[in-house]
C-alpha cells in the first residue's frame, strides 16, 4: 500500500511479528498518511492472508492465496500476488485475478455495480510482472470502450514505474463513442516505491508511511 509527506521525513517505526529465526520476510505499511491529508489504517491477518486498509470512509481488504504470496509480492516492485479485493464503504468494488502457472497475472475483472471492466495481461518482465495491457470497460448501460493499451515501464534500480495508457486504438460506444475513449489523450502516471516494495507516490500524490509491520515464514 501507499506513502511518503512533502515535506515531513518521520521516523518509520516498525513492529516486528516473531522473525527472529524465519528467514523469508516482508515489512508492510501499517500506518499511512498522503500528502492530500488523508491518512489510511493497514493492518495483515496472517492466518487469513488478508491485508486491510482503511481510510477516507472505505475499507478494502486484498485476498492472499497464502502468507507466502503476500511475502513475495515485496521481494520486487510491482508485483502483484493477491487473488482478489473487496472495496466497502462510500465506493463498492470487487476485483479478481486471474494466474498462470508461474504467477503471472494472465486477466484482471473489475467490477462495480453494473460496471465491468476486464484487463487482459499481453506481455510480461522476467519477474512476471505485466508490462503490456489491453483494457475493455463496459458500464451495464449501453457505454462500452475497447482496446484500450496501458504499458508499463519498470526501472529496479530507481525503484520506479511509468505507467502510459494509450487511447490510439480505442473504439467506444454509447457515450463513450468519444471521450472519455475514443480520442482522448494518452496519460502517464509514476509510481515510486521505497526499499520494501511499498508506494510511496502515485502521480502527484506523495505518501508517508509512519509505521511497518513485519511478518515471516
Known amino acids: 500500500m501507499p506513502i511518503i509527506m512533502q515535506v515531513v521525513r518521520p521516523v518509520?517505526?516498525?513492529t516486528m511479528a516473531h522473525c527472529a529465526q524465519k528467514t523469508d520476510c516482508r515489512k508492510f505499511a501499517e500506518?499511512?498518511?498522503a500528502s492530500n491529508g488523508a491518512r489510511i489504517d493497514c493492518n495483515f491477518n496472517e492466518k487469513k492472508a488478508e491485508y486491510r486498509c482503511s481510510g477516507g470512509g472505505v475499507s478494502t481488504v486484498y485476498a492472499y492465496r497464502s502468507l507466502g504470496d503476500f511475502i513475495d509480492e515485496s521481494h520486487v516492485i510491482g508485483r502483484r500476488r493477491w487473488a482478489g479485493s473487496q472495496v466497502t464503504g462510500a465506493v463498492t468494488e470487487q476485483t479478481?485475478?486471474?494466474?498462470?502457472?508461474?504467477?503471472?497475472?494472465?486477466?484482471?475483472?473489475r467490477t462495480s455495480g453494473a460496471s465491468v471492466i476486464s484487463y487482459t495481461s499481453l506481455?510480461?518482465?522476467?519477474?512476471?510482472?505485466?508490462?503490456?495491457?489491453?483494457?475493455?470497460?463496459?458500464?451495464?448501460?449501453?457505454?462500452?470502450c475497447s482496446g484500450r493499451i496501458e504499458t508499463a515501464q519498470i526501472d529496479d534500480a530507481a525503484r520506479a514505474?511509468?505507467?502510459t495508457i494509450s487511447y490510439a486504438a480505442s473504439t467506444g460506444t454509447g457515450t463513450y463513442a468519444g471521450s472519455p475513449c475514443a480520442g482522448t489523450?494518452?496519460?502517464?502516471?509514476v509510481y515510486r516505491f521505497d526499499e520494501d516494495a511499498e508506494v510511496i507516490a502515485a502521480g502527484s500524490?506523495?505518501?508517508?508511511?509512519?509505521?511497518?509491520?513485519e511478518v515471516c515464514q
Open 161 to 163: 514505474i511509468t505507467v
Open 31 to 33: 500506518q499511512i498518511v
Open 96 to 109: 479478481i485475478n486471474g494466474f498462470a502457472d508461474d504467477k503471472s497475472i494472465v486477466s484482471t475483472v
Open 123 to 144: 506481455e510480461w518482465d522476467s519477474y512476471q510482472r505485466s508490462i503490456r495491457i489491453s483494457v475493455n470497460y463496459d458500464s451495464g448501460t449501453g457505454n462500452t
Open 12 to 14: 518509520t517505526v516498525l
Open 205 to 213: 500524490t506523495n505518501y508517508s508511511i509512519l509505521r511497518k509491520g
Open 185 to 189: 489523450t494518452d496519460t502517464t502516471t
